[in-house]
């Protein structure tokens, strides 16, 4: 759990319900998305914390486009924030507009927001260049006295960007997922304790890893989470960390057991 400051939950807490109450009202007037980028604007101010004349501009220039609006924090902008009117759903041409604009301008993290529906994006600087949902959420649905809903609003906050709270959540959500666990269950080292375990539990049974494995595959883990991109991104990701940790292993001239773990 993030550790947030008291300033900031006293602000989520005294804010947000008004703004839910602001929100409400302008969908069912179904306001222009300028409008509704004045709401945005006063969300930044009110309960993220930024203040609304120094942090907050709609001044970013990027190929001779304007973009809704950017944060920046000694001069440097943190993410971008392309906003629609509160009334449209948001779809993947305006996610693609917004990774092109924080992509443009080297910026990492984009928002896109409709006032109610929140979307925070990890840019993906790669070819082609694609980008990872970190965070999604209904403004109005959001209980500001629930700890999960204050982080929500914490990880976009000016406090959480100062202490790089949502670098941080970004990593937790890549290596603690079921992707991952997944890539770990079927991996040499856990498959032997499974073996092992299994011939504790019954001496006279002999089980091959490839038994296991194949059980596993087949009929315990679901196919989604062995099969497709984000499984691939997964055994990847863990693919390069223990290469990492190998190669600091190594440096350090200390001897290393080989790993039972092959991925």
């Not at 008004?18 to 998305?33: C, G, M, P, T, W």
């Not at 004045?38 to 969300?43: A, M, Q």
């Not at 990492?108 to 260049?129: A, C, D, Q, S």
């Not at 914490?154 to 603690?176: N, P």
Request: contains cysteine; proline residues 3%.
């Amino acid at each position: 759990m993030l550790f947030i400051p008291k300033k900031a939950t006293d602000r989520f807490i005294k804010e947000s319900g008004n703004f839910q109450k602001i929100l409400r009202a302008a969908k069912d007037r179904d306001v222009n998305e300028s409008d509704t980028v004045t709401i945005i604007t006063d969300i930044l101010s009110d309960i993220l914390g930024y203040d609304k004349y120094a942090e907050i501009t709609s001044e970013l220039a990027i190929r001779g486009t304007f973009c809704d609006l950017a944060i920046k924090l000694d001069g440097n902008i943190k993410y971008i924030i392309e906003v629609k009117a509160i009334g449209l759903d948001l779809k993947e041409n305006h996610l693609k507009q917004a990774v092109n604009y924080g992509a443009n301008h080297g910026v990492p993290w984009v928002v896109l927001t409709n006032g109610i529906f929140w979307e925070l994006y990890r840019i993906k600087f790669e070819r082609p260049i694609s980008s990872d949902l970190v965070l999604a959420f209904n403004f109005l649905e959001l209980n500001q006295r629930k700890g999960e809903d204050q982080e929500k609003l914490f990880l976009l906050s000016k406090e959480g960007i100062s202490k790089a709270a949502v670098e941080v959540y970004h990593e937790h959500i890549q290596s603690v997922n079921r992707f991952a666990i997944a890539v770990l269950i079927t991996t040499d080292a856990v498959v032997e304790v499974i073996r092992r375990e299994l011939r504790r539990i019954t001496p006279d049974t002999k089980v091959t890893k490839d038994e296991i494995k194949k059980i596993l595959n087949g009929e315990v883990l679901k196919r989604d989470v062995i099969e497709g991109e984000e499984a691939k991104k997964a055994m990847s990701r863990i693919r390069k960390a223990t290469g990492k940790l190998l190669r600091k292993v190594a440096k350090q001239n200390k001897p290393l057991t080989p790993p039972e773990s092959t991925l």
